[in-house]
Every structure is written in C-alpha cells, then in structure tokens.
C-alpha cells in the first residue's frame, strides 16, 4: 500500500513512525513545504528568553531518521493540490518543479497557522506570528536590537504570556493586550488567572486586558504604534499570538469540516473519505469533557492522534479515549495546569456545573522549607457529578503530575465522590494525609 504523509510536524512523525515501525513493507512517502521538521514551538519562549542557549536541541528528528527505515520525504515542496477522486496529489519544489504523487490512503497533517488579524496597518515591518522555528528566529533577532525595547505582545494566552516572559528576560518593556479581562482566560478561571496577573505585574509586565487592538501605526514602514478601543501606546516590535486556525485548505469542499473550519475526523481519525486520515493541528479531536468533538491544538494531542491513525491505516483497529486538552504554564517559576473545562468554559458549553476550591501546602505542614502552597479547583457536572475540569496553581512543581490523575479521572468519566476516598500515597516530604485532591473532593457540595 502506498501512503502519503503530508505535513511532517508532530503529528506527520508520529504517523510515519507508527506505520513505518510495526507495519512493514509499506511505502511511505513524507512531504512538507518547510525545511526543517519536528521543531518544538513550545521551546521558543525558553530560546529566545535564554533559558537555553541555543535552539538545536529542540529538533528531535530529522529527514535522514526517516530515509533510515525507507520512507521517501521531501522537505521544501508544497502540496498544492489534491484530487481525491484520482487520489493524486499535486506538489511543487522549492525551484518551482511540478509533480504529482498518487496514494492509496493519505494522511493530512498540516497542522495550523496563526490568527492573523487584518487591521489597518498589519503589513507594517516589525509585526510578528510565532510557529514556525523561523518566526522565532525573526523574534530572536528583533529581542538583539537595541532600538527595539518596547514590545507590544497581543494575546495573552500561552503563547503571548510565554514570549512576554521571554521578552521582559532579555530586558524589554513589556505591554501585554488581551480582549478578555485576565490572562489564560480560555484555560482558567478568573481567581486563578489573576494569580498569574500578579505574578506578571510583578515581573515587570505592563497589563492591558479588557482592550482590542484596533489600528497598527507606522514611520518608513514599520510599526511604532498599537492603537486600541482605549487608547495608543508606542512601541516598537509586535507580536501577535491570539490562536490558531487550522491549515485545512488542501480539504477544502472535499472533506467534511468542523464550524472552524478544522477537518472533521471519527475516533479512528478518518475523515469524511474513508481513504484520508486527518491528525494534529489540521483536525478535531474527541473531548472527554463535552463529549463531542471540537478543536484543541496541542503538541501533546496531535502526537497521539498520529499514533491512533497510524495502527488504524496499518490495520490495527484502534479508537483513540479522546482528551482533555490538559496543558500547563510555568511563568518566573510561578505554575499553573488545567484539565477538562474551567467553570466559565463548561458554562460556555452549555453544561451545568459546580465547584470546589481548596488551598493547601503542598508538603505536610511541619515542614517549613520550599513548601508552598497550592491551589486547587475541580469542576464537576451538577447533577452526574461526573469531573468535567480541574485546576491548580502553585510555585512547587508536583502539580505538573497531579493534574494528569484528574485527567484520567475526566476520560473515564468518573465522579467528584469516587475521588473523595481514591487511594493517594501520603509522604511529607510530598503531601499531607489530608491530601489537597482529596479535600477538594470531600468539601464538594
Ligand atoms: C510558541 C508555541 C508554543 C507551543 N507550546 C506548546 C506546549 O507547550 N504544549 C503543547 O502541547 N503544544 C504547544 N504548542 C502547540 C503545538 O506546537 C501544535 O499543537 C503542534 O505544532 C501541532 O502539530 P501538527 O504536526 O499537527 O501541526 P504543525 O506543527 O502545524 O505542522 C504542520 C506541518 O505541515 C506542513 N504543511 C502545511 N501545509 C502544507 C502543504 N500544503 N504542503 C506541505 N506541507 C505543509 C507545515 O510546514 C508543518 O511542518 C505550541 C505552539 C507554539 C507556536
Ligand atoms: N503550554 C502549552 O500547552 C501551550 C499551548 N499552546 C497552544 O497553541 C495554540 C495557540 O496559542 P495562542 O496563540 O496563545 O492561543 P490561545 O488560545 O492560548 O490564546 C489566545 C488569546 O488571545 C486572545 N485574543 C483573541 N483575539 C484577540 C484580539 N483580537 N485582541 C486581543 N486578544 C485576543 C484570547 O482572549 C486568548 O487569551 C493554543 O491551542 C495553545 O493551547 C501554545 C503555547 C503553549
């Protein structure tokens, strides 16, 4: 059988890997219109803010990998077109060649683009987008300037939050926008959102929430001012970060696809045609906590949706549990995670909710040294009482597991009463017999 791969990102890779390592005696062909691949965008932030030195290590395959266990790839060609009748694609190189590729099933993996708003003066020099690794490196090389130092950041969800953090680290001014009245505000409700609110005031970052962008102004060509609903700030580097849109044109009237325009795929991440495959970025994806599919970009979920349709084309049936869109932030050392829906997510959703709150030390309380305090919602269904969402914020770093339990806890449907008395180890050097989880649990009405 031959299969195609297009877009050999995350989700692409964990395609080809899965047929190219247990289904054997495939050909696999690989194309992607960038010249490089598996390039961690979430280590941008900690690049560009100097955590790290270099970017390299953020790569973790290359074409070589690839050609090792005989898929053929082409880097710099851009799918251009694709007959799904014929089932023939069309590509061009970067030198202009045309040429086209016929598949037996095909696997889109184009992943997504950023918002990019159309406001007066968008195509000033100086506005920038971070995906790609040469975005970052545009970003990187505007942070060496030292006329650039004040830096307009518009979104403050992880993207923005992230590269604010990495701008006020190699010393700039930062002014971070956001139409909604906190940061995160589509991950975390308010009271936890305004924690990470003053954890970024109090590095240093100028907030402007509940303000729209308006207008971009410019000299000789390149942005100097950020013009919004409440006023006009001079600054001289943008960075735009307010989301994704999926890059599903190649799809477009052939393929069923999602009001966002993402391709709509089943649980075994076929789409509409039963010989095209969509994963990643590019396509919808099961939430455990609405029960229905909707669009969640993440690294971590196109990396199990190529996984899921890989065994499925290699002819394994499997149908992925779905997820929970859980993620994290970890700002000036200051985390945060989520799970499943925030209270005003779940209400979004048109699901009724309650919650629980509770603050505890993370460690048991005799201990004095590096034990700080937690925070901790869980929301659940009113009346299944089934957890639809969990939240938690501390500076200690064992958060990152915890909310992977409320994960599992979402996917299998389990209610807030089952995680009262769930069976959870107790040590003082990481927690108190009284558990946090458990407590939020317990207390919830
Ligand atoms: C700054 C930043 C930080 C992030 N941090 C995190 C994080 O901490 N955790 C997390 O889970 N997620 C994070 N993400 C999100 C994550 O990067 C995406 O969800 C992920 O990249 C999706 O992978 P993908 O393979 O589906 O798509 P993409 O990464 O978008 O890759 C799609 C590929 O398809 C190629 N392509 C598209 N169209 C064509 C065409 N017509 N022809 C040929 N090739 C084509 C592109 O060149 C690209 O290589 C972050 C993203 C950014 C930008
Ligand atoms: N740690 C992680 O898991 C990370 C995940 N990602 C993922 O990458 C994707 C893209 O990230 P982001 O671009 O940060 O999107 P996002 O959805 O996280 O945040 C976009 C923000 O922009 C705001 N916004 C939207 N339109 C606006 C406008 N016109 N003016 C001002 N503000 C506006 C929204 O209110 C929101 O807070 C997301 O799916 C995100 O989850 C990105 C970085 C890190």
């Known amino acids: 059988m031959k299969i195609v791969v297009i877009g050999t990102n995350h989700a692409g890779i964990a395609a ?122 545009a970003v990187d090389a505007e942070f060496a300037k030292p006329e650039v130092q004040r830096i307009a950041v518009i979104g403050a969800g992880y993207i923005g939050t992230e590269i604010a953090e990495a701008a006020k680290r190699r010393g700039k001014e930062v002014l971070l926008f956001d139409a909604e009245s906190t940061s995160l505000a589509s991950y975390y409700d308010e009271t936890f959102a305004k924690e990470m609110d003053q954890n970024l005031a109090h590095h240093g970052i100028e907030l402007h929430f509940g303000e729209l962008a308006t207008e971009f102004k410019g ?107 859980s993620n994290g932030i970890s700002i000036f050392g200051f985390h945060m995670t989520s799970t499943g829906f925030s209270v005003k997510a779940a209400q979004k959703a048109g699901l009724e909710v309650a919650y629980s709150d509770f603050e505890d030390k993370q460690k048991a309380w005799f201990l004095h040294e590096d034990n700080d305090t937690v925070k901790i919602r869980i929301v659940y269904e009113k009346e299944s009482r089934r957890v639809v969402g969990a939240q938690l914020a501390s500076y200690s770093e064992i958060i990152a597991g915890n909310i992977n339990m409320f994960s ?20 003082p050097h990481f927690n108190s017999p009284y558990n946090y989880m458990t407590v939020a649990a317990l207390n919830a009405k």
């Open 408 to 427: 599992l806890a979402i996917q299998d449907q389990k209610t807030i009463d089952e995680l009262a008395l769930l069976d959870l180890f107790f040590l």
């Open 16 to 137: 080809a890997n899965t047929l190219l390592d247990h289904y054997p005696g495939h050909e696999i062909v690989m194309i992607d219109r960038n010249s490089n691949m598996s390039y961690l965008g979430c280590g941008t932030a900690i690049w560009v803010g100097r955590q790290i030195e270099k970017p390299d290590e953020l790569f973790y395959a290359k074409p070589e990998d690839f050609e090792a266990k005989g898929a053929k790839i082409l880097t710099e060609t851009e799918v251009t077109e694709i007959d799904f009748k014929q089932k023939v694609i069309h590509a061009k190189t970067k030198s202009g060649e045309t040429f086209v590729e016929t598949y037996d099933k095909l696997i889109l993996a184009t992943g997504s683009r950023p918002i990019i708003p159309k406001l007066p003066g968008h195509d000033l020099e100086g506005i920038h987008f971070l995906k790609l690794f040469q975005e970052g490196q």
């Open 219 to 325: 000299s000789d060509g390149r942005v100097t001012q950020i013009v919004t609903n409440k006023g006009a700030y001079d600054v001289d580097l943008v960075i735009n970060c307010i989301g994704f849109t999926a890059n599903s044109a190649l799809a477009k009237d052939n393929l069923a696809t999602f009001k966002n325009g993402a391709i709509k795929v089943d649980k075994h991440q076929q789409t509409s045609n039963p010989d095209v495959y969509a994963v990643g970025d590019v396509a919808t994806i099961y939430s455990n906590a609405l029960q229905d599919f909707t669009y969640i970009a993440l690294a971590s979920n196109a990396v199990r949706s190529g996984i899921v349709a890989g065994h499925n084309i290699g002819g394994t049936p499997l149908e992925a549990p779905g997820v929970q869109g």
